[in-house]
């Protein structure tokens, strides 16, 4: 089982950027998709973008040429890069495994973004 801690969320003014960061620990990740996620009030948790084990990486439309996923396999960490941040990117932001399914690791306590004028 792998536990993930995600943080770098904040209150932020729309077009500002922020940088959340993943940390896995309990195992290594550095073979697995990893993605992040977010769940706005009222709405169901949707994912944002993936990054595979080799690097390849893909994007929800509406988040494409803004944010930039990345991670660090020796470190055991996966990034999100956010710019031109809008305020319907407001939401938590959580990171696991899209590939697992309906057994996905147990999720983290996510991290706020907020944006907001």
């Known amino acids: 089982q792998v536990q993930l801690v995600e943080s770098g969320g904040g209150l932020v003014r729309p077009g500002g950027s922020l940088r959340l960061s993943c940390q896995a620990s309990g195992n290594s990740i550095s073979i697995s998709t990893m993605g992040w996620y977010r769940q706005a009030p009222g709405k169901q948790r949707e994912l944002v973008a993936h990054?595979?084990?080799?690097?390849?990486?893909t994007y929800r439309d509406s988040v494409k040429g803004r944010f930039t996923i990345s991670r660090d396999n020796v470190n055991n960490t996966v990034y999100l890069q956010m710019k031109r941040l809008k305020p319907e990117d407001t939401a938590v932001y959580y990171c696991?495994?899209?590939?697992?399914?309906?057994?996905?690791?147990?999720w983290g306590q996510g991290t706020q973004v907020t944006v907001s004028s």
């Open positions: 696991n495994d899209p590939t697992l399914g309906g057994l996905t690791w147990d």
């Open positions: 990054i595979s084990s080799s690097g390849r990486t």
